[in-house]
């Protein structure tokens, strides 16, 4: 049996790596296809990380979780809901299962005659990627509600500054400026291209 677990993964969290264990432990699909949702989308407040960015974030959790018989997927989006469901089975391996808390995506599927099983939340209101954007945005703590390999990760592509520009809070503010709190003066302008007649 093989299931598809959908989401945006913005990022990948602490609760749907809960999911994944849940899903494992619960349905036993052989295979678990990630469908990594809107994938086409970056770079924005609401979807800042690229669907790269989002398959290296499954699969380092994954694999330090030693899981295996997984495949993460992008997933575009399309802007008719009628045939979603015909867009994602063209773009993937066959499945049976469906795994997915949006309720759009659940009713979508169960139209569509698959078994989409009720899952559970974790922790919600903490373990949601939009709280997680929000800390980030805000200088706040966000590192405890992401798998270790994903914060690992994310320093690496400095995905907090990222949200925070993206954001246009205070904070990305004050970065725009140069100022990353360090104490020191404002980092200085980069100086313009162009120049004054007869420099």
Do not use: C
């Amino acid at each position: 049996m093989r299931g598809l677990y959908i989401g945006r993964f913005q990022p990948f969290h602490n609760g749907h790596l809960e999911l994944v264990h849940h899903i494992l432990g619960t349905f036993h699909p052989q295979e678990l296809l990630i469908g990594i949702g809107s994938a086409q989308v970056s770079h924005t407040p609401h979807n800042p990380f690229t669907a790269g960015e989002r398959f290296e974030m499954v699969r380092r959790a994954l694999f330090a979780e030693h899981l295996e018989d997984f495949w993460p997927l992008p997933i575009p989006d399309v802007d008719r809901h009628a045939i979603w469901v015909a867009h994602v089975v063209s773009l993937v391996p066959s499945f049976d299962q469906v795994y997915s808390n949006d309720p759009l995506t659940v009713h979508l599927f169960r139209e569509e005659g698959y078994e989409v099983p009720r899952l559970p939340f974790f922790n919600r209101g903490q373990y949601e990627g939009s709280e997680i954007r929000r800390r980030m945005a805000a200088g706040q703590s966000w590192q405890e509600l992401v798998p270790a390999a994903v914060r690992v990760y994310l320093e690496e592509i400095k995905g907090e500054e990222r949200v925070r520009l993206l954001s246009g809070s205070p904070e990305a503010a004050r970065l725009a400026q140069g100022n990353h709190g360090t104490g020191r003066d404002p980092l200085p302008r980069a100086p313009s291209i162009h120049r004054e007649e007869g420099r």
